[in-house]
């Protein structure tokens, strides 16, 4: 039974790490893949659909969507 506590806080403390290291990368706009520059857009919100930002490598094919309204995206 402790093993198995063991195993998931590791896996869990894992998975933030990978986070945190992915969240930097996008920050430096760098692959957290390939560490290749990402292009980036922004997808202003509209009335059916709110803000994204966009994140592609156009080296190893990496992309991330997140939402993100901005202070000039339509309300």
Do not use: I, N, Y
């Not at 430096?28 to 390939?34: E, G, I």
């Not at 922004?42 to 059916?48: D, F, L, N, T």
């Not at 709110?50 to 080296?59: E, H, N, T």
């Amino acid at each position: 039974m402790g093993f198995l506590a063991a195993a998931a806080v590791v896996v869990v403390l894992a998975g933030w790490a990978r986070g945190d290291a992915e969240a930097r990368a996008l920050e430096r706009l760098r692959c957290p893949t390939c560490a290749a520059p990402l292009e980036t857009r922004h997808e202003h919100a509209v009335a059916s659909m709110s803000g994204r930002q966009v994140w592609a490598c156009a080296s190893c094919g990496f992309g991330k969507v997140a939402p993100l309204t901005c202070a000039g995206c339509a309300t």
